[in-house]
């Protein structure tokens, strides 16, 4: 991700003719795939309005973990917020607040220390040590790290934390709860029901790797894998761990 963010500068600098800087303090490594691309993505949005609207010279992107977030800076110089009157919701904002609650982040628009517009989008963050769990699943796309102490509610809209795009899945259908150092599974009173190994989950259950999960016929896969897997070998790795067709 530090790379694609040195090179979106990089390119801003190049087809617009501004100073465009990135900064992060340190090695930032962000395994979560998911993550990564929305906030990579942000950036780009946020980065692409600030040169084409703002009226600026220059623009600073920032990228710091600090006391449990993960938090993407974009300053710029140019015309900023208006004085008076909301924030006006054009100017691919409304886009940014879409990336923004697919993170479950925390989004601000406000005056930044250059004089223009400070865009910053916090997520909540804490590095996994050891043993990572991801989910897998055909719905999902990309694998998703499932980070401690997060709670994450399945469902079919984008409400959702893990989003099953299913008419099976309910809109909240069942959450992961990270419980005395384990991932425990909850249906939240889902009209196809929630299942592990197969069995129909009446209570919490206490989940281990290589669990088979189904949503509402909708399959999943729980697997630990080491924290500095590479998020593009666990996609190619999701078909291999499905149950195969019958």
Known sequence: MLLALGELVDQTE?????????????????????????LYHLAREAVVNAAKHAQGSTIHVELREEAGLLTLTIDDDGRGLPTH????????????????????ARLVFDRSPLGGLRVRCAVPWQRDEGE???????????????HQGVRYTVGRTREADLR????????????????????TLVDLGSTNGTAVNGEPLVGPRTLSSGDRLSFGGCEAV??????????AQLKEATQRLMPKAR
């Open 14 to 38: 190049q087809v617009f003719g501004l100073s465009c800087v990135f900064r992060c303090d340190e090695l930032v490594e962000v395994q979560d795939a998911s993550v990564a691309n929305h």
């Open 85 to 104: 009157g909301p924030v006006p919701r054009g100017m691919g904002l409304r886009v940014l607040e879409e990336r923004a609650r697919q993170l479950r």
């Open 132 to 146: 990572s769990f991801w989910l897998y699943a055909p719905l999902l796309g990309a694998p998703v790290l499932l």
């Open 164 to 183: 099953f795009p299913s008419s099976r899945v309910s809109r909240r259908h069942a959450e992961f709860r990270w419980e005395d150092g384990r991932w």
């Open 222 to 231: 729980l697997r630990a894998g080491a924290a500095r897997e590479d998020p």
